[in-house]
């Protein structure tokens, strides 16, 4: 039988060349019986491939006992495992939807790229994102042997845009809502621009009236926020309780009814293209405009810098000045 692949040496180094269509690929090899297996092991790939993969997945087993039996949904349960906290939640939410049942039994040794492929078809964003942490979670793990698609073959990841409130909708939101602790927590929003699960479980001990600062956990990162308060904020939070719970019904509802709230009452208005997360966006657009310090706004709005991590490699908190004054500031510049 004519073997598709035949060996030759140049320069001391063993290749082999496609008779089919004449390409010459090295070895990388000066060692004769070297070369000789890695050319034999080529011509049986293309005489007897399922035989070969069968033979790959006695190797395989040799390896890992559970790597015929390991599935995508195996994947999924241990990654929900080593979230904490919300984390997790995002990771259970993500899991169970319908996007991945086609995955779910399917044996983590049997998938091809087009597996993953028609799963991504017409896919929302947050599908490709999970199932890109799910393929390298499952590759750093050696569940794999080997990238399933290529980094660079995945389909992008293109998020809607996305815009901050600005200040005559958050006025208006704040004369049409009734309840008293929805329109209180959407102020705070406004002046804090945090996250809505971390405001919403503000507490009273988290203000220092007499530094007159706040301060709180991002549950995302677990880093700490500290900010000034100006006069508002000030007067804001004195309105509030002033022990415990800030937001005592809101701290207890799901992130997703917190949104659907706030939806309904902008679709009420007519206003679109906003979420509860809208207000980072426009504390963040705020700071600009007036000046605020990047490395400041940074912090407050949870992202590291180079600055950030000097400091709390040193165990330090930076105290961040109140966005107000700088607002003020600002003002009285141009006038």
């Known amino acids: 039988m004519n073997q598709q692949f035949i060996l030759f040496r140049r320069a001391g180094v063993f290749y082999c060349e496609d008779t089919r269509t004449g390409k010459q690929t090295s070895l990388r090899t000066k060692d004769r019986a070297e070369a000789q297996t890695l050319l034999h092991a080529r011509n049986e790939a293309t005489r007897q491939p399922h035989l070969n993969r069968q033979i790959a997945r006695a190797y395989w087993m040799g390896t890992d006992a559970l790597a015929t039996a390991r599935t995508w949904q195996h994947v999924m349960d241990e990654m929900i495992r080593l979230k904490t906290g919300a984390n997790r939640d995002r990771w259970r939410v993500a899991a169970n939807s319908k996007a991945f049942d086609p995955l779910r039994r399917l044996l983590l040794i049997e998938t091809q790229a087009e597996h993953l492929l028609r799963v991504l078809e017409g896919c929302k964003v947050s599908t490709n994102v999970f199932l890109r942490r799910l393929h390298n979670f499952a590759l750093d793990m050696n569940w794999l042997p080997c990238s399933i698609i290529p980094r660079r073959q995945w389909p992008p990841v293109r998020f809607r845009e996305k815009r901050a409130i600005t200040l005559e909708e958050h006025q208006r939101i704040l004369t049409a809502e009734r309840n008293p602790e929805r329109r209180a927590f959407y102020d705070v929003c406004w002046h804090l621009g945090g996250s809505q699960g971390d405001l919403a479980r503000l507490r009273a001990e ?10 709180f956990f991002r549950r995302k990162t677990g880093s700490v926020t500290l900010q000034h308060m100006g006069p508002e904020s000030m007067r804001l939070l004195a309105d509030l309780p ?14 997703n009814d917190r949104s659907t709230e706030f939806y309904q009452r902008c679709k009420q208005l007519g206003i679109t293209g906003v979420s509860l997360h809208s207000y980072r966006y426009a504390w963040a657009e705020r700071a600009k405009s007036a000046g605020y310090p990047e490395r400041f706004a940074q912090e407050a709005l949870g992202h590291n810098s180079k600055a950030v991590h000097r400091a709390y490699a040193r165990r330090a908190l930076v105290k961040l000045p109140s966005l107000e004054e700088y607002e003020a500031r600002a003002a009285s510049a141009t006038t």
């Open 206 to 215: 988290d203000i220092d009236w007499e530094n007159r600062t706040v301060s």
């Open 242 to 255: 002033g022990e415990g719970l800030l937001f005592p019904y809101l701290a207890g509802v799901r992130t």
